[in-house]
């Protein structure tokens, strides 16, 4: 894992072809009972994530409904849904809209999980979706209850907060802006 990471950190040419591979066998590993093998794991995901966004986004849409349909691979799910998330923050709007349709019914359906980390798993990825589309993103969640709204809208909220008091632009001891969603 740490041999795949660096390649993909430094010679992230070179993974195009195996890639597929790869992402299997690392999410196979997010599932294994050893820490440091689950956390390597992870980190390397998060690096693949970042050396091919539209090819490594594919490979884990591809993955998704099975990852979901398997309670033993959740931790590969939450694992999937961190570097899907890391993926989708560096495309453009276009290219987000475009996997909208195949990623949102999963990202949806896996936030009613039982288990909790799945949920936040879904959270953070919708906002990360939300930091590239704003607003746009909104209408698109329908299929989530109120208290699912509500508790995304308190992350988009915490995240704006936190990307602006990084800006340094002297308003860390404002009020936040309001935020509408035209629900």
Same mark, same amino acid.
């Not at 591809?62 to 694992?79: F, P, Y």
């Not at 288990?115 to 953070?124: L, T, Y």
């Given at each position: 894992?740490?041999?795949?990471?660096?390649?993909?950190?430094?010679?992230?040419?070179?993974?195009?072809?195996?890639?597929?591979?790869?992402?299997?066998?690392? &999410?196979? =590993?997010?599932?294994?009972?050893? !820490?440091?093998? /689950?956390?390597?794991?992870?980190?390397?995901? !998060?690096?693949?994530?970042?050396?091919?966004?539209?090819?490594?986004?594919?490979?884990?849409?591809?993955?998704?409904?099975?990852? *979901?349909?398997?309670?033993?691979?959740?931790? *590969? !799910?939450?694992? $999937?849904?961190?570097?899907?998330?890391?993926?989708?923050?560096?495309?453009?709007?276009?290219?987000?809209?475009?996997? &909208?349709?195949?990623?949102? +019914?999963? !990202?949806?359906? $896996?936030?009613?999980? +039982?288990?909790?980390?799945?949920?936040?798993?879904?959270?953070?990825?919708?906002?990360?979706?939300?930091?590239?589309?704003?607003? =746009?993103?909104? +209408?698109?969640?329908?299929?989530? $209850?109120?208290?699912?709204?509500?508790?995304?809208?308190?992350?988009?909220?915490?995240?704006?907060?936190?990307? *602006?008091? /990084?800006?340094?632009?002297?308003?860390?001891?404002?009020? +936040?802006?309001?935020?509408?969603?035209?629900?």
């Amino acid at each position: 894992l740490l041999a795949v990471k660096e390649l993909a950190s430094h010679l992230s040419e070179l993974l195009p072809d195996y890639l597929d591979s790869i992402v299997t066998l690392v &999410l196979g =590993a997010t599932c294994e009972s050893h !820490l440091e093998v /689950k956390q390597s794991a992870d980190e390397c995901l !998060l690096v693949l994530a970042d050396s091919n966004k539209e090819y490594f986004i594919q490979i884990l849409l591809d993955r998704s409904s099975s990852l *979901a349909q398997d309670s033993q691979r959740n931790m *590969a !799910l939450v694992s $999937s849904f961190r570097a899907m998330g890391r993926a989708l923050t560096g495309i453009s709007t276009a290219q987000l809209n475009s996997v &909208l349709g195949e990623l949102l +019914p999963h !990202l949806i359906s $896996s936030y009613s999980s +039982p288990d909790a980390d799945v949920r936040k798993a879904v959270v953070f990825c919708l906002v990360d979706i939300y930091s590239g589309m704003g607003n =746009a993103l909104m +209408p698109h969640l329908s299929g989530l $209850s109120t208290a699912q709204l509500k508790l995304l809208t308190i992350y988009i909220q915490r995240s704006q907060d936190g990307k *602006a008091s /990084k800006l340094g632009n002297g308003k860390e001891n404002s009020a +936040p802006a309001a935020v509408t969603y035209g629900l």
